[in-house]
Nanobody
Framework: VQLQASGGGLVQAGGSLRLSCAIS????????MGWFRQAPGKEREFVAA????????EYADSVKGRFTISRDNDKTMVYLQMNSLKAEDTAVYYC???????????????????WGEGTQVTVSS
């Protein structure tokens, strides 16, 4: 499984961005997909996750109500719609796949087996 995130950029506070994660390789219904982010000098942290089976989602408290994770039905794309962006959302954003995410969406980075290259999001205040 290979993942490639895109869609990052520079945006003013209050603005929006939509990140995309292109997936190549075989993704099973048992997988879950997640977005993480890492700001300079900080640990990589969970942002959002979604199951391929059904539409169950999970969000970090810091992004609830502002970010929305979604996926297509062909298992080729995962998206992260980010609205009402804040300066503290500035980070490199990564998409990831958890091959054991069928029963429970997990928020720890070590649960995710596959990672893509990140995309930089910079929010100016």
């Amino acid at each position: 499984v290979q993942l490639q995130a895109s869609g990052g950029g520079l945006v003013q506070a209050g603005g929006s961005l939509r990140l995309s994660c292109a997936i190549s390789g075989r993704i099973l219904n048992s997988y879950a997909m997640g977005w993480f982010r890492q700001a300079p000098g900080k640990e990589r942290e969970f942002v959002a996750a979604i199951k391929w089976s059904g539409t169950t989602t999970e969000y970090a408290d810091s992004v609830k109500g502002r970010f929305t994770i979604s996926r297509d039905n062909d298992k080729t794309m995962v998206y992260l719609q980010m609205n009402s962006l804040k300066a503290e959302d500035t980070a490199v954003y990564y998409c990831a796949a958890d091959s054991s995410g069928y029963y429970r969406l997990r928020k720890i980075r070590y649960a995710y087996d596959f990672w893509g290259e990140g995309t930089q999001v910079t929010v100016s205040s």
